[in-house]
């Protein structure tokens, strides 16, 4: 979505920012996040949820590593398996896909975040869809508009089957044009806790920004915006049925409201969804597909999480 141009500046070339700052890393204390493109080592503290209900690989629990401060993260690497999600490049001209780029970031926050003593529950640890696809899912190996919707639902689901206290949906923004720059961070307004929607919105725009522009890379602020600048774009309303219903909707089916006859399965915390960068700016793609920029991503997630679920202060709760 082109939601911002680019202001002209000169910038240097990602790999030599990736490269200064990777090897500033092993004084800095970074080391455990920029790892965080390797799936998490299997434990036993890892729990399924609903398996049946969900694709191998997907909605999984992870126990704290240090502590236990008895809350629940919920984490969605955005797209997956069938669903590639936007398509953009690097400055050496690889092309990269929107699910491979979220899904170690996902990792790597919840790798911090259990280190801070937070059970994290990911929508996925592999290239794998959400849910179960079935028959009305795919064709010819595409998602259907039907899959599409399942898919994002099946999150939903999983975050409330977790009861966790916090969703962050990562995903990376795609634009008609490689000038097309920014991060941006949007949450819902319908919903009964859209104040603290707006709040974690904030923290994580403020705080991801803040890291990866500390790397020197002076990505564009796009603002903490409502999903309903965001919402469904797919589809035709005069056609009906599912496709009507999803372009009228309006909202990120990640945080939106129900819809009678569309959407039965809210997630039911305060959430937001943030889209870093632009995979089609080829400087931004060359930081998201590095581990470097996918750990400062995941590092500010996670500091932005624990932020907002610090215990309020017990002379203040009453006013919470």
């Given at each position: 979505m082109p939601l911002g141009v680019r202001p002209v500046r000169v910038r240097p070339r990602i790999v030599a920012v990736v490269l200064a700052a990777a090897l500033a890393l092993c004084s800095c204390g970074l080391g455990a996040a920029s790892h965080s493109a390797r799936p998490p080592a299997r434990r036993r503290s890892e729990t399924a949820l609903n398996p049946s209900a969900f694709a191998p690989g997907a909605c999984e629990a992870f126990a704290p590593t240090k502590g236990d401060r008895h809350e629940t993260v919920f984490l969605d690497a955005g797209h997956g398996g069938i669903d590639p999600g936007g398509v953009g490049t690097t400055e050496d001209g690889q092309t990269i896909d929107e699910a491979d780029e979220t899904l170690p970031v996902e990792l790597g926050a919840m790798a911090l975040l259990r280190a801070k003593?937070?059970?994290?529950?990911?929508?996925?640890?592999?290239?794998?869809?959400?849910?179960?696809?079935?028959?009305?899912?795919?064709?010819?190996?595409?998602?259907?508009?039907?899959?599409?919707?399942?898919?994002?639902?099946?999150?939903?689901?999983?975050?409330?089957?977790?009861?966790?206290?916090?969703?962050?949906?990562?995903?990376?923004d795609a634009g008609s044009s490689p000038q097309d720059a920014g991060s941006l961070t949007a949450y819902d307004t319908a919903r009964p806790f859209s104040s603290r929607n707006?709040?974690?919105?904030?923290?994580?725009?403020?705080?991801?920004?803040?890291?990866?522009?500390?790397?020197?890379?002076?990505?564009?602020?796009?603002?903490?915006?409502?999903?309903?600048?965001?919402?469904?774009?797919?589809?035709?309303?005069?056609?009906?049925?599912?496709?009507?219903?999803?372009?009228?909707?309006?909202?990120?089916?990640?945080?939106?409201?129900?819809?009678?006859?569309?959407?039965?399965?809210?997630?039911?915390?305060?959430?937001?969804?943030?889209?870093?960068?632009?995979?089609?700016?080829?400087?931004?793609?060359?930081?998201?597909?590095?581990?470097?920029?996918?750990?400062?991503?995941?590092?500010?997630?996670?500091?932005?999480?624990?932020?907002?679920?610090?215990?309020?202060?017990?002379?203040?709760?009453?006013?919470?």
């Amino acid at each position: 979505m082109p939601l911002g141009v680019r202001p002209v500046r000169v910038r240097p070339r990602i790999v030599a920012v990736v490269l200064a700052a990777a090897l500033a890393l092993c004084s800095c204390g970074l080391g455990a996040a920029s790892h965080s493109a390797r799936p998490p080592a299997r434990r036993r503290s890892e729990t399924a949820l609903n398996p049946s209900a969900f694709a191998p690989g997907a909605c999984e629990a992870f126990a704290p590593t240090k502590g236990d401060r008895h809350e629940t993260v919920f984490l969605d690497a955005g797209h997956g398996g069938i669903d590639p999600g936007g398509v953009g490049t690097t400055e050496d001209g690889q092309t990269i896909d929107e699910a491979d780029e979220t899904l170690p970031v996902e990792l790597g926050a919840m790798a911090l975040l259990r280190a801070k003593g937070f059970r994290v529950v990911v929508s996925r640890t592999m290239n794998t869809t959400v849910v179960r696809l079935t028959a009305a899912d795919e064709s010819g190996g595409v998602l259907t508009l039907q899959g599409s919707h399942d898919d994002v639902a099946a999150r939903d689901v999983c975050a409330n089957d977790a009861e966790a206290r916090a969703l962050v949906g990562i995903y990376f923004d795609a634009g008609s044009s490689p000038q097309d720059a920014g991060s941006l961070t949007a949450y819902d307004t319908a919903r009964p806790f859209s104040s603290r929607n707006l709040a974690l919105a904030t923290l994580v725009q403020t705080d991801v920004l803040a890291g990866m522009n500390a790397q020197g890379w002076g990505i564009p602020n796009d603002g903490v915006l409502p999903d309903t600048t965001l919402g469904s774009y797919v589809g035709e309303p005069s056609s009906g049925g599912i496709a009507g219903d999803a372009a009228s909707y309006n909202h990120l089916l990640l945080l939106g409201p129900a819809l009678a006859g569309f959407f039965t399965t809210p997630s039911q915390m305060p959430g937001a969804v943030i889209e870093p960068l632009y995979l089609t700016d080829p400087f931004e793609g060359s930081i998201a597909n590095s581990p470097l920029g996918q750990s400062v991503v995941a590092r500010g997630i996670a500091r932005a999480v624990e932020t907002y679920l610090a215990p309020t202060p017990r002379t203040h709760a009453k006013h919470t």
